[in-house]
């Protein structure tokens, strides 16, 4: 198959000036839509987490765009979405091209390296920017309208450090993390909330990337006499795949993860080899909240499978739902209005919970620790951050 | 070379015209996302020609642009962040650094050739990416180096798209012409020998390992060189760029341009940038077309779209295509 | 750290156990490699795919183009068609990948076969999705104690099958005519095609054993880990460095190379760091190209024009 690129390009063209051409006059004067940009990473290896998020801002627009008013005055959000691919260049391009294409807000990325690398063109564009990334640098690099809709590294950590050595009467912490940029961060994190307590951590293994087998990491916890492991893990498949071989290899102490511990992914493909363990996520199913249960109804109505709050689909529900408040409030969409309306919010309920902002655009303060019962998460404790 | 010193001043007039046009595109070209794309493009296009003189020039196959291109960009990004170097001597120190790695890489792996070599370097570029991710007191690992100063001259800074072009611009302008020289010197036809037949050529007495050394010390800095344009345009650089599946995308770029010119690989570059960037309308399917178009290329274009190009313009213009 | 007897025996199993996964991908590389002279960049990719559609016949309900699908099959069932879709697959690609190639030269297939693994990764992920999918275990238990060794049952299957795996190839190229006939292939072709080989058909054959190679692989790892687009990609690199270190071309030396490479990264990540893992590998790859070309086994050293 040649793809002409002339030919496309022109049809494109064509096709786009006729439709702009045509659209309103058909119309008429149709209330303006609001131009959402979302940037997921569709392709690549994050690819899961990409459209964890495309069908969470999906699912929130489909629902405001039924309300009678839809955002405000009649006027629908309109989605602009572009993959960010894996690669921090495609991802700047993409947002490029969302900016050139007059959108008022960005939703997206989670991962923290794309926002880092996004931030330097975001600083030179003053509108509400709703990521999910948890590298605590993130809020710190400067960037006016930036938001983050979910608890730091930072303060996961902390409560999982917490609740390791509290709860758990940890004395010989284990650290397991993942080579990028959330693992090694959570396991800073870690380790600086252990000194706080006076305590080191008697291993911290880290596994290169594309790792197929853990046995020598988890031996060497074995043999350093740990007897609570604290994971730190993005990806779902490593996660379910290091539960298996804990299990196999004998290692019977309590561990405690990450959010993706909690990811609806990680636990059905790591079945009862996940049953017993404990997450810190920002979210617990069935958490007594209307918000929480109408989305995972909807969303499992819409796409028959149940939600990956946490890490994907729930922040960025949020997210386009509290823009959506937002404009609504100021019945406009002024970009520099709603940052400082967003930086105001005190108490505002959503899926994941409470939100408040900080001076530094953070909204997440506390973290809760869960519990994996037969396969359903339950709520252990909460710790506010 | 007589063919090529003609061509060059017949060359000549089209090609000042076409320089001026290029200079020309930030003044009618306001969108960052072009920019950023043809930036990119550009500095994608040095690489591609230092692969251009290793690969194409002297037939030999690596698999290690992209550990250079780091090389040279957390080379760049470490001295002016960490030691406040201005950028113009760091620049020049990424390429330095970038071709003594190269020398001290190549003298021993350029005994080798054909696949040996190319496992070589893809295993030279896998240990540079895992040295990128666990070096952290100099790399800052995994979470990335950011907060990279753009180039000034003296008050002007070079922080944006359109400004950032120019120096691009002159960069490719540069490495071609060097590149040109090379491919018609006495060095080139060394290199062109060694590519045709390496046992022949050393019969002939051309030392074959010392010019195929050359050639990859000179693939090294072209690609350090770009890793410290990019490193000062983008401002945050993070490991995951630099690995081996970027060091194929620079390697497809050469092929489906036309491996042994200059030409080739410039448009090699900007095309397959572009390529997935026109795709972005197919969202998910856009990179299996992208594979897909890569096969056909590769079967039906073997001397890649310049010499497609140039078998079209040998039937207009009836006279015998180069053989270049 | 102390020198663990039983933690050692642990760590030589599961190097066993990787290095043999590393082992049946080389051969399948090599084979390729000695009968057509090309290094095959999408080798990974005949782990994968096969992985998937094995996955599609084996659990219960499974998306496939987004919409589920009950498609569950016995498990004799599924591994007919997985094997017979491989061999398809095998021949598929010695007709869009090599064939049309097969006088242009090493390099253009080179670039053509990492064309088919892009295409491949991203077709995988257009077709099943994202979402990593288990393999169902074969066996019931999880674990089987051997003293104090805790042994997964599936490194036990694969050594195994590693093993028969071998013998059937020696017996193959040793025994058979059709063994020969390939041999006389890889060794020159010219020479072959004059004492009546028909060498097209050899290399198609040689291409779906390959294939075939690649299928068993693919069903002895996926239970271990998730099926994922990307799960090739690393252990092909590592089979390359292993075809290598074993001495190119040499098939034995396929096998002892990719077991040495899975027993030395497992000691090494225990006894090393395991963040430098993937390194060891190539470390040892970079050394023995340097210091000794033709590898354990090897007799040549001068590379296929």
Partial sequence: MKLDRKNFLAATGAAAAGAAIGFPAIVGAAPEPIRLGSIPCLTGSNALLGQQEHEGVALAVEEINARKDKVYGGRPFEIVEEDATNDNQSAVSALNKLLGEGVVAVVCPVLSTQIQAMAPVMKSHEIPWMTGGTAVKNTQLGVPGMFRLRGSDGITAAGMTNFAVKDKKGKKVAILHASDAFGVGGADQIVMNLKKMGMEPVANEQYPKDAKDFTAEILKIKQSGADVVLMYIQNPSDTAVILKQIHSLGLNVPIIGSPSLGNQTAMEVAGKDAYGTYCAVDFIVGFNSNVATHFLTSFYKKYHHLPDVGTGSGWIYDAVYMLADTYKKQKGTDPKQTIASLKAIKKWDGVLGTFSADAEGNMVHSVSIGQNQDGKLHLVKTVSG | MNGNVTLSLSKGAPLIVLVAVLALIPTFVHSDYLLTLVDTAGIYAIVVMGLGILLGFAGQLSLAQAAFLGIGAYTSGWLTVNLGWPVWPAMGAAMMLSALVGLVVGYPCLRLSGHYLALATIGFGIITQLVLINWKTVTNGSDGMGNIPPPQIGSFVFDTYGRYYYIILVAVLVCAYVAWRIKTTRVGRALEAIRENEIAARATGIDATRYKIIAFVLAGTYAGLAGSLLAHMTKFISPDSYSFDQSVVFLVMLIVGGSASISGAILGAVLLWFLPEVLRPLKTSYIMVYGAAVIAMIVFMPRGLIGLLEALRARVVRRPPETA | ?305
Avoid: C
């Fill in chain 3, 1 to 305: 750290m102390h020198f663990d007897p039983v933690a050692n025996m642990q760590l030589l199993i599961s190097g066993l156990a990787v290095g043999s996964i590393y082992a049946l991908v080389a051969l399948g590389f090599v084979l390729i490699y000695n009968a057509v002279g090309v290094v095959n960049f999408s080798q990974g990719e005949f782990v994968m795919l096969p992985a998937y559609v094995a996955v599609t016949f084996m659990v219960p309900a499974i998306a496939v183009f987004g919409t589920i699908v009950h498609w569950q099959v016995p498990v004799l069932g599924v591994y007919v068609i997985v094997l017979v879709f491989m061999a398809g697959f095998g021949l598929l690609f010695n007709r869009i990948a090599y064939h049309p190639l097969r006088d242009r030269g090493w390099m253009p297939v080179v670039i053509s076969t990492i064309g088919v693994s892009i295409f491949l990764r991203n077709a995988a992920q257009l077709v099943w999705g994202s979402q990593p999918i288990v393999m169902p275990s074969l066996f019931s238990v999880d674990t089987i104690f051997l003293g104090p060794l805790r042994i997964r049952p599936q490194d036990i299957l694969i050594l195994g099958v590693t093993a028969v795996l071998i013998t059937f190839q020696f017996y193959l190229f040793e025994r058979t005519t059709l063994g020969k006939q390939m041999r006389a292939t890889a060794q020159d072709r010219a020479t072959a095609r004059l004492v009546g080989i028909r060498v097209g058909r050899i290399v198609a054959i040689t291409f779906v054993y390959s294939a075939v190679l690649g299928a068993v692989s693919g069903l002895l790892v996926a239970p271990l880990f998730t099926v994922t687009k990307e799960m090739g990609a690393l252990i092909a690199l590592k089979a390359f460095a292993a075809s290598i270190v074993g001495g190119f071309g040499s098939i034995p030396g396929a096998i002892v190379g990719g077991l040495t490479i899975g027993v030395i990264e497992t000691f090494g990540g225990f006894y090393v760091s395991s963040s430098y893992v993937d390194a060891i590998a190539f470390i040892i790859l970079i050394s023995v190209l340097l210091i000794r070309p033709q590898g354990l086994f090897g007799e040549r050293v001068a590379e296929k024009a």
